[in-house]
């Protein structure tokens, strides 16, 4: 049986699927909201009106999930807190829900687990998806990418549910740099929306954006056709186009000098200075990334920012 940890909103829409399709535990390290769960069957916070299957139970206690692969939908900056918190779950599968770098060591979400709990097989699960839509039940296609091809195909088995299709890959850098890049680069075109420099310059950033996604991944020895696919491509055209996005909401607040709520989870906020760490370790050119990283740090406006990459110096594409 999956178990989930985390009920945020990827989490507990997550959970309703997989709930629909079978039996399923959500797990949330707050025991009031566990028990508000409980009581109204629905998370009010995160998904309001989307009412829970009988099949999706509720803990507190992650000693006593049930044996299966655990889903980690914690937000990435926080996948290393909740692992040192949590049990020891053995040689289960341990499947990142999450999308980003880490700040404090460059890790992806699988080698942060791999770190952590190195005895327990690692994947991720991503692409273009709002917890939204699939706590809906509308209908997704999503990316595991599991090193290993036996856990892998049980892994894709296990969390196709009937609105959720899973594709698999092994290809696992593609996948996570594929996540972690397209938020960023939903922060620029937000940013370049809110700031009124039209949908052509959304197209730039997207397709630019989608180059410095290319050249990270296959300096890390992913394959192009997975950053063409679902968890690269794919995330970046949803992401980048639709306000459901918290990354591009958090753009276009940026390119209104509007506040935005700090409590919202914004993956593309510290992968942006992460992935700009990481790029000029590697000498890699991601001149979006480095706009995005002034324009959270307040260095640069949006009207700078798209000078500065108007005038790079003129190149093939
Ligand atoms: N919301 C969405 O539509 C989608 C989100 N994702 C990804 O899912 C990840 C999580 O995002 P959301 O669920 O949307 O965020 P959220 O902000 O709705 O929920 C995050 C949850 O993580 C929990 N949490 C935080 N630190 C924790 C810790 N140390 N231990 C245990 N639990 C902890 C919080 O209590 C909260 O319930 C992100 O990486 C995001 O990119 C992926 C696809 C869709
Ligand atoms: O990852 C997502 C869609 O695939 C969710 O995007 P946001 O985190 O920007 O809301």
Redesign the pocket.
């Known amino acids: 049986m999956t178990s989930v ?9 997550l959970a309703i699927s997989l709930g629909r399709a079978g039996t399923v535990t959500l797990w ?3 025991a009031d909201q566990v028990a508000a769960m409980v009581q109204a069957r629905e998370n009010a916070a ?1 998904l309001p009106g989307i009412a829970f299957p009988d099949a999706l139970a509720l803990s507190d206690d992650a000693t006593a999930l049930p044996e299966g692969p655990v889903l980690l ?4 900056q ?1 996948l290393r ?2 692992l040192r ?2 049990p020891d779950f053995g040689t289960r599968p341990l499947v990142a ?4 770098i880490e700040l404090t060591t460059g890790q992806s979400p699988t080698q942060v687990i791999a770190e952590m709990r190195p005895d327990a097989p690692a994947a991720i699960l ?1 692409g273009p ?4 839509d699939i706590a809906r039940g509308l209908p997704t296609a999503l990316t595991l990418a599991c090193a290993d091809e036996t856990t892998g195909k049980a892994l894709q088995q296990s969390l196709t549910t009937p609105n959720i299709r899973v594709y698999r890959t092994t290809d696992v850098p593609g996948a996570e740099i594929g ?1 972690a890049v397209k ?1 960023v680069m939903a922060i620029a075109c937000g940013a370049a929306i809110g700031a009124g420099l039209g949908d052509s310059a959304r197209a730039a950033l997207m397709t630019r954006g989608y180059a410095e996604m290319q050249r990270m991944a296959l300096a890390l020895g992913a394959q192009a056709d997975t950053l063409a696919g679902l968890s690269g491509f794919g995330d970046l055209a949803l992401t980048c186009t639709s306000d ?1 996005s ?1 990354n591009f909401r958090f753009g276009l607040s940026i390119g209104r000098g509007e506040a935005f709520d700090p409590s ?2 914004v ?1 593309g906020a510290a992968t942006a200075r992460a992935l700009q760490a990481r790029a000029r370790k590697m000498q890699i050119d991601m001149p979006i990334t480095d706009a995005v990283v002034g324009l959270i740090d307040g260095n640069l406006d949006v009207g700078r920012a798209m000078a500065l990459l108007l005038s790079r110096p003129l190149k093939e594409e």
């Open positions: 940890i985390g009920a945020g909103a990827f989490g507990t829409a949330a390290r707050d995160r939908a914690v937000p990435m926080k807190d909740a918190d949590l829900c999450c999308k980003g991503t998806s709002f917890a939204q996540g938020n459901l918290r919202v989870t993956e």
